[in-house]
């Protein structure tokens, strides 16, 4: 999806991380991201009851977030360009 939407600026990508930063960028010098990697708080994750990696959010143009999901599964990929689809639409 990443290499899809690159050049839509609508699109954006972005995964927050909720390890330590040392943690984090250890893992980012071993597995390269398409997109930002962001730290998010404690109590935001706490907060939000983010639980389960991945955890997918679409929001469309009027912030409102059009998809959730907890995990990725067959077809997870095709569901979510579907949302995105939606959202920009």
Known sequence: LTEQYKGNENV???????SKENKV???????????????LPHDI??????RVYPTNVIIDREGVCSFASSGIGAGGVHIMRNYIERALN
């Open 45 to 50: 994750w706490k907060a939000y009851e983010l």
């Open 12 to 18: 954006v990508f972005i995964s927050f991380a909720k």
């Open 25 to 39: 960028r250890k893992f980012l010098n071993e597995k390269k991201f398409k997109y930002p990697v962001a730290l």
